[in-house]
């Protein structure tokens, strides 16, 4: 296992906010953004609904529909989802516009309204905002998962962040192996972490804020980069994202902290 710990300052912040150049055959940011937002309104679609898309023709169909849409292939998807895959600070700017526009039509909805839940005094908390499990497939159009926490009031310094999760399925023979990376804004620095996930069984990538600075928000992605790999599925459950206030009971035994067994 590697992982690499970096401190981004103010300048290295503008650099990744500045528009970097795509190919000429690959998709724009603006098309990806489009293509990618209904890609995962698809994939709610067939979550929700795993009796009627319980067959891979009836799950092409539906992704083709997207195609169809945008009047591009699905080659033209692909290789455009391998280039951002390989540029993925662009990817994560483009991803994280697409999870605006997802929330945007979810307030659309008028009937729909998030429940935040004031945790700031906690010794600890799971903020995983997504499902709880996910599943790395061969067949799937992005093997991943990002997200974007941003609370009402910023994050108490000194907290600790440690993403955790079950995992099986990984083969050693694959060179590839599920990353992941987990971003904490604090004003003017940025802290970030990178992590592979190596073998079988439960996995923790912890990152701990500046002391100083109060956590404005949180992001990052878990990610698995399928091309040219030749395996089944490998499956994740048991997801959470734990903040640990600094100095708590509860972040001094968090290397200790397994999901419960059902």
């Not at 003017?188 to 069984?201: E, S």
Request: aromatic share 12%; net charge negative; charged share 25%.
């Amino acid at each position: 296992m590697y992982k690499h710990w970096f401190i981004y300052g103010l300048t290295s912040l503008c650099a990744l906010s500045a528009c970097s150049p795509v190919p000429d055959n690959i998709l724009s940011q603006n098309e990806m953004r489009a293509v990618l937002a209904d890609m995962q309104i698809a994939e709610a679609i067939i979550n929700g609904d795993q009796e009627t898309y319980k067959d891979d023709a009836k799950k092409l169909a539906l992704y083709e529909s997207v195609f169809n849409k945008y009047h591009i292939t699905q080659a033209e998807y692909d290789s455009s989802l391998t280039w951002y895959a390989q540029n993925l600070d662009i990817y994560m700017r483009v991803y994280n516009l697409v999870s605006e526009d997802i929330d945007d039509r979810i307030h659309n909805l008028g009937d729909v309204e998030r429940i935040e839940v004031d945790t700031q005094k906690n010794d600890s908390v799971d903020i995983w905002s997504r499902r709880t499990y996910l599943t790395f497939s061969p067949k799937s159009p992005f093997n991943g998962t990002t997200f974007n926490i941003e609370p009402k009031e910023s994050y108490p310094p000194g907290s600790t962040f440690t993403l955790g999760m079950n995992v099986w399925g990984i083969s050693q023979k694959d060179k590839n192996k599920p990353q992941i990376r987990i971003c904490l804004d604090q004003g003017d620095t940025t802290l970030v972490i990178n992590d592979q996930i190596m073998r079988d069984g439960y996995h923790q990538t912890k990152l701990k804020s500046v002391a100083t600075k109060r956590i404005k928000r949180v992001y990052g992605f878990i990610y698995l980069n399928n091309h040219d790999m030749d395996y089944y599925k490998i499956y994740t459950d048991s997801i959470s994202l734990m903040r640990y206030n600094y100095k708590s009971i509860g972040f001094e035994s968090a290397k200790d902290i397994k999901p419960k067994e059902n």
